[in-house]
């Protein structure tokens, strides 16, 4: 286009200037004479004319295409006629030879005719013309709610997982989370998740399709049966609920959220993203909304965080309160141990076998409560028919049943964990060869038991030293795990923590402090010349940790005389029957 248009300019300029003939100027630019006129007549070239191209076989079958994409209209959209069942059709009813190409191409356009049409016939008849009208939302009061698909690769397995965004319409700031399931815990802490950051709730409504964590029925119009637990939540923030017309004659109500879930998908969710938990990925996607904040939205002046920041003092304030998603339910714990929970078995101590406990299930998390006292944690599973089990929580049952460990579900997820080390590993195998595979793993569970007083770290610094020493016993690895501890000064397990304003300052092991010394360090000088020593802040000496190693030795030396007296026993039957 851009050459014709020079070509006729200099034709023009030609004709205007120097006054040449239409046969001159036809033979100086080497074109027909018709084109002289035309560019005398005009400087747009006229526009190119490509003869249609004719599919003469398709033409004697149109109609009947036709026919059978206005019958679609009406019927279900997963039962109506596909380009190649038309292909197939033409070829079997009327035997035409055209090619799927074409069918196909014809089938796509005409579709789409024939869709647009009978809307307008539609909105002709009820006096409506299609289109949209712009909206404006004043600043605060509105926001918008949805949930959108995604795959993540958790722990190196791809994984389903859901986006939720919360969008405030007017300055277009989202936040943004990921959770396992679009369950109502996610849905609420998404919501909590979304309060807290903006700082506020929108003064008006919210709006949301009809979404079961939220909606049990859908009735007449936009009337809605909420659940219980919602209403409360609602009540509890202070905010109305708006919920969309049910299909597509709705997705334009909430349009915001709509394509904003996607474009974030693409922007900061491509590749697919590879993390450890969830917890990783959202907070890479919480340092991602706030870089946002620089993002301009098509058609407006400020940015979205110049926007938000005036629209964030016009917020409701938050309850003094945090409202708690986590659900609560009841289960029993059956003979393994384990308990029941949206068709996922989680272990708890062996102790509560055959008790009822609390469980609080929220979106990432499961704990366990009995009476009011916590006795369990763990993530929550999404997969049907997933298991998890803690190895802390059999050490009891495994005391009188050691040959059930090697083979236990609880100890190949420690391993696959990373809880089960190999320290752990070279203390069995060291406890097996000494005392034999029952009387061996026995010590092995005595030394986990000691993770529930002692910290991780003393307990396999204790394994290692005890190793080291050739001292394979459970007693060993209590001595050297709290001689870790003494050392380097980390709590026990249940021990409480001293406070560091009340307690005395720690001292090399190598120092002397001598009695003159300390009157010296005296805070009074009269008491020092008094010749009263300073308070002594310190716990009396004990030896109550140490009974413990007493309980042990008479258990051992009580089951090695058992084991002793069966051999003894065992040896004189044999040479009663001989």
């Known amino acids: 286009m ?27 630019y080497g074109v027909h004479r018709r084109t002289v006129r035309e560019a005398i007549e005009s400087p747009i070239p006229p526009p190119r004319k490509s003869p249609p191209r004719r599919t003469l076989v398709l033409d004697t079958v149109r109609s009947a295409i036709d026919a059978m994409l206005t019958e679609d209209l009406a019927a279900p959209r997963k039962q109506r006629h596909t380009a190649k069942r038309i292909f197939e059709w033409l070829g079997a009813e009327h035997h035409a030879q055209v090619s799927y190409s074409y069918v196909a191409k014809y089938v796509h356009r ?3 005719q024939l869709v647009a049409e009978a809307a307008a016939r539609d909105g002709a008849r009820a006096g409506v013309v299609a289109g949209f009208v712009p909206q404006c939302h004043p600043p605060g009061a509105e926001a918008e709610v949805d949930f959108a698909d995604l795959w993540v690769r958790l722990a190196g397995e791809m994984t389903k997982c859901f986006l939720f965004t919360l969008r405030l319409s007017h300055s277009g700031k989202a936040v943004h989370r990921v959770f396992a ?4 815990e996610a849905f609420l802490e998404g919501h909590v998740a979304a309060f807290e950051t903006l700082g506020g709730v929108p003064f008006d409504k919210i709006r949301y399709d009809n979404l079961r964590s939220a909606v049990h029925r859908v009735l007449f ?40 879930g996607g474009r974030f998908r693409r922007t900061h969710l491509v590749p697919v993203p590879e993390v450890d938990t969830l917890a990783e990925l959202n907070a890479r996607l919480a340092a991602a909304d706030a870089a946002e904040d620089d993002r301009r939205i098509d058609g407006r002046a400020d940015s979205v965080g110049v926007a938000f920041a005036a629209e964030a003092p016009l917020l409701v304030a938050l309850p003094a309160e945090r409202f708690d998603t986590a659900l609560c339910l009841t289960a029993r714990v059956d003979r393994y141990a384990q308990i029941m929970v949206r068709q996922c078995q989680y272990s708890v101590p062996a102790r509560l076998i055959g008790a ?13 409560f009995d009476g009011s006292r916590r006795v369990a944690t763990h993530p929550r599973l999404v997969a049907r028919g997933g298991c998890r089990l803690e190895l802390d ?28 080390t190999a320290a752990h590993e070279a203390f069995w195998a060291a406890a097996r060869n000494t005392h034999g595979d029952a009387a061996g793993t026995r010590v092995l569970i005595e030394v986990l038991l000691l993770h529930r ?5 003393a307990v396999l610094a204790g394994i290692r030293a005890a190793l080291a020493a050739g001292a394979v016993s459970a007693d060993a690895v209590a001595i050297e795990a709290r001689k870790h501890t003494a050392t380097t000064g980390t709590a026990t397990g249940t021990a409480p923590t001293i406070d560091a304003a009340s307690a005395p300052p720690r001292r090399s092991r190598a120092a002397v402090v001598t009695l003159g010394a300390r009157r010296q360090a005296a805070s009074s000088a009269a008491s020092s010349a008094a010749g009263v020593l300073p308070t002594d802040r310190r716990p009396a000496p004990t030896v109550r940790d140490y009974d413990q190693l007493l309980t042990h030795r008479a258990g051992q030396e009580r089951r090695a005389g058992q084991e002793r007296r069966a051999g003894q026993e065992r040896r004189a039957g044999q040479e009663r029957s001989s």
């Open 2 to 28: 851009g050459s014709r248009v020079e070509l006729y300019a200099a034709i023009r300029f030609d004709w205007q200037r120097n006054q040449l003939s239409i046969r001159s100027l036809a033979d100086k």
């Open 110 to 112: 005409r579709r789409r």
């Open 181 to 184: 399931s679009q369950g109502q």
């Open 221 to 260: 119009g936009r009337n809605r049966t909420e659940s219980g637990r919602w209403l409360a939540f609602r009540a509890f923030y202070g905010f109305e609920a708006f919920y969309c017309l049910p299909g597509k004659d709705g997705a334009h109500e909430k349009g915001g959220v709509e394509g904003d």
């Open 356 to 368: 009822r406990v609390r469980v609080a299930l929220s979106a990432s998390e499961l704990q366990v």
């Open 393 to 420: 929580h059999y050490l009891e049952i495994l005391l009188g049943k050691p040959g059930a460990l090697p083979g236990s579900t609880a100890l190949a997820q420690a391993r696959a964990a990373g809880r089960f």
């Open 453 to 457: 007083r002692l910290s991780r770290d």
